[in-house]
């Protein structure tokens, strides 16, 4: 069974900074054509994705964090992280991990002063 865990949320000011981690046991990102997707989803509204890294090494970003986001890979393909830099209080949200169809629980990311 595919275990997607997320961690590092949490209440940051305006202008700062956080790291999220995104762990999926076992290793099926390693696996040709598997990707690890970052979805957040604001109160009341609906989840949309935020960055996507795949096992090959392409990655993209949503046009509202493009140079304020960074998503990155382990050497061993277990855990992939979002770096999140200059947070607005629009980027208040859960924040979810997706790897080929399966779900973390998620972790809540609140910026505000």
């Known amino acids: 069974q595919v275990q997607v865990v997320e961690s590092g949320g949490g209440l940051v000011q305006p202008g700062g900074s956080l790291r999220l981690s995104c762990t999926v046991s076992p290793t099926i990102f390693r696996d040709d054509g598997n990707a690890m997707t970052w979805y957040r989803q604001p109160p009341g509204k609906q989840r949309d994705w935020v960055a996507l890294?795949?096992?090959?090494?392409?990655?993209s970003y949503e046009d509202s964090v493009k140079g304020r986001f960074t998503v990155s890979r382990n050497e061993a393909f277990t855990t992939t992280y979002l770096q999140m830099n200059s947070l607005k209080p629009e980027d208040t949200a859960m924040y979810y991990c997706n790897c080929n169809g399966h779900w973390g629980q998620g972790t809540q990311v609140t910026v505000s002063s």
């Open positions: 890294i795949s096992s090959a090494g392409y990655i």
